[in-house]
């Protein structure tokens, strides 16, 4: 059978050569522009990828409701209606109330640390905890209770307690320290033993275990079911926009350090996505200025290819022979595009990135992946075009 | 390989005109080996019962049929095939490519479906009287110059028929001999036939049947 050199003489393929040259040109940058965002977009997932606070893959936020000087005296603790809207959100893996204590609570440290404060203490389904250790149970008439300390407080009373003349703890000695909790109730004060058994760095609260504030709320409070003031959300991602905006229209408030990175992510992986669909109207762009330069070279040899065909040159062959030729074209630009994109990343995270981690040298296998489906479609599209043109001029004979 | 033409009429013609015809409207076989002469008038569709032939218009009534296959169902991608091995064709406006030379024409047509070695084109060409020219432009030589090219290539390739269109119309005697003899010696080397149709009887065209249309 011939080959393409053959059939070259017989084609005006050489015309238009400024027009060919441009959609070379198109396809190459809008090639790179898309790889390229689709990078970023990458980078960007996984630089602003929350690490702190993570348990079984996912993220733990506290949300409580937006107080604002048009609802400070009203309710703002959460019902049981709103605590399912929110479980029933598919970016919400699951959420429970923190319930905190419906009667006074004073807390000493005894004779070796003269202190004494009001507290305030929580309850949280164990779950949603850090750290629990065995130890963190209470039963009905046990006189000492284990609480989990925020190591965020513990960090305050360290700060303050020189200015006190209190001995500054580490994290070994305060559980060793015997708090004594006064719960007052309605017929007088009940006193407990109360032992930090752990330090958590999640929930800034003074916890106790459920068991407890449930009898204490009944007993001492005269409250069987409480609203809570805080409820805890277990998400796959803290910075998720749809979380983020779903927090946003219920008039929510979440720990900002949490989520600080959301917005900034959703804003960059706007600019980059909004970068990806110039890079795909560039492919078009490009892609229709070579269909142009394609269907004039068969519109100017129209005649020539019509008495191939009547010669008994088959058109499948011909269009095969034809769309080959621009096979190798498409592939060197291709290359070359997901060779700027291999330097892009390189110098990102040389040059920008200073050799962060988190970040490969390399590009991600997606940006591979999608440089070999660009190449293939173009190859198919040049080559369907053709074929239709040709069977075209087949029907016209 | 057999063409059979039944009762093939040119729709643009009245039927009243084709009642002497021995060819229009007519159930008619050609089988390979045995040479057809087709003696018509100006008018009377030479040129429409060759293109009809090789199916380049479909504008007739009735059925002609390769084997026994009508083709009228072929698309371009059967008729190749066909063209490739089993038909080929001079056609009276000759249809070379006029910006090629003339070797480029010939070979477009050899490449297809080799039945001549490279170097048979110039001896083919020596014997027709135009291996000068080969290299030259095709649109640089005269008509008659043009009709041996188109001989020649309908020669390149394998073929149970050859179908010749007034193929001899602007050469003189002993260029006509010539191309004769090239054409009948080929068609015996593959033990085609030639289907020729010409305005007037060729007296060193050996046909089995004369049919005037």
Not at chain 1, 117 to 138: C, N, Y
Not at chain 1, 141 to 159: A, H, K, L, W
Not at chain 1, 231 to 238: F, R, S, V, W
Request: charged share 20%; glycine share 4%; aromatic share 10%.
């Amino acid at each position: 059978m011939p080959s393409f050199k053959h059939i070259i003489p017989f084609l005006s393929a050489g015309q238009n050569k400024w027009s060919r040259w441009f959609s070379y040109v198109g396809l190459g940058v809008g090639v790179l522009l898309l790889l390229c965002s689709i990078q970023m977009f990458i980078n960007i997932n996984h630089l602003l990828k929350e690490k702190s606070s993570r348990k079984d893959g996912a993220d733990f936020i506290s949300v409580t409701k937006t107080i604002t000087n048009e609802n400070m005296g009203m309710d703002n603790r959460f019902t049981e209606a709103d605590l399912k809207e929110i479980k029933s959100q598919p970016f919400i893996s699951d959420a429970a109330p923190l319930i905190s204590n419906q009667f006074r609570v004073k807390a000493s440290a005894g004779s070796i640390i003269p202190f004494s404060t009001d507290l305030f203490l929580e309850s949280l389904d164990e779950k949603f905890l850090d750290t629990v250790p065995p130890s963190f149970s209470w039963k009905e008439g046990q006189t000492d209770v284990p609480i989990i300390f925020s190591s965020d407080f513990m960090e305050m009373y360290n700060v303050f307690a020189p200015s006190q003349d209190l001995p500054q703890l580490s994290d070994k000695t305060m559980s060793s320290v015997n708090i004594i909790l006064e719960c007052y109730t309605p017929v007088g004060v009940q006193n407990y033993k109360a032992r930090i058994v752990a330090l958590s760095d999640r929930i800034n609260s003074v916890l106790v275990p459920n068991s407890f504030m449930q009898f204490a709320n009944k007993n001492f409070g005269g409250v069987s079911s409480v609203n809570a003031s805080r409820i805890y959300i277990k998400t796959i991602d803290a910075n998720n926009p749809q979380l983020l905006n779903f927090l946003e229209a219920k008039d929510y408030r979440v720990n900002k350090d949490k989520t600080k990175f959301g917005r900034v992510k959703q804003i960059l992986q706007a600019i980059v996505s909004g970068m990806a669909g110039f890079g795909v109207l560039v492919i078009l762009l490009a892609m229709l200025l070579f269909s142009f330069y394609l269907q004039l070279m068969i519109a100017k040899s129209k005649d020539n290819l019509q008495l191939l065909l009547t010669l008994g040159y088959s058109p499948k062959w011909l269009s095969r022979t034809v769309a080959k030729n621009w096979i190798p074209v498409y592939i060197s630009i291709v290359l070359a595009a997901l060779l700027f994109t291999v330097l892009f990343q390189f110098s990102f995270q040389h040059f920008v990135m200073y050799e962060r981690e988190e970040l490969s040298p390399l590009p991600h296998w997606i940006v591979l992946a999608v440089a070999v489906i660009l190449l293939l479609l173009s190859i198919l599209t040049n080559y369907r075009l053709i074929r239709k043109l040709l069977y075209r001029l087949g029907e016209k004979m | 390989m057999q063409i059979l033409l039944d009762k093939v009429l040119p729709v643009f013609f009245e039927p009243g005109k084709v009642i002497n015809s021995q060819v229009w409207d007519k159930t008619i076989t050609f089988s390979k080996g045995e040479n057809i002469h087709i003696i018509a008038p100006s008018g009377s569709g030479k040129t429409s019962l060759i293109h009809f032939l090789y199916g380049l218009r479909n504008d007739y009534n009735g059925r002609i049929c390769y084997d026994s296959t009508n083709i009228k169902n072929f698309d371009a991608e059967k008729f190749s095939v066909w063209r490739q091995q089993h038909i080929s064709i001079v056609f009276q406006d000759l249809r070379l490519f006029t910006e090629q030379t003339v070797l480029q024409n010939l070979e477009i047509k050899r490449f297809l479906s080799p039945f001549h070695a490279e170097n048979n084109i110039t001896a083919m060409a020596k014997r027709l009287g135009i291996e000068t020219k080969l290299n030259k432009l095709c649109k640089t030589c005269s008509y008659g110059e043009q009709q041996r090219i188109a001989i020649i290539r309908a020669l390149q390739q394998p073929f149970d028929f050859l179908l010749l269109d007034e193929p001899f119309s602007h050469l003189d005697e002993a260029n006509r001999r010539k191309a004769m003899e090239l054409m009948e010696e080929e068609s015996r080397k593959r033990n085609a036939t030639i289907i020729l149709a010409d305005l007037r009887e060729i007296e060193y065209f050996k046909s089995e049947r004369t049919l005037h249309l």
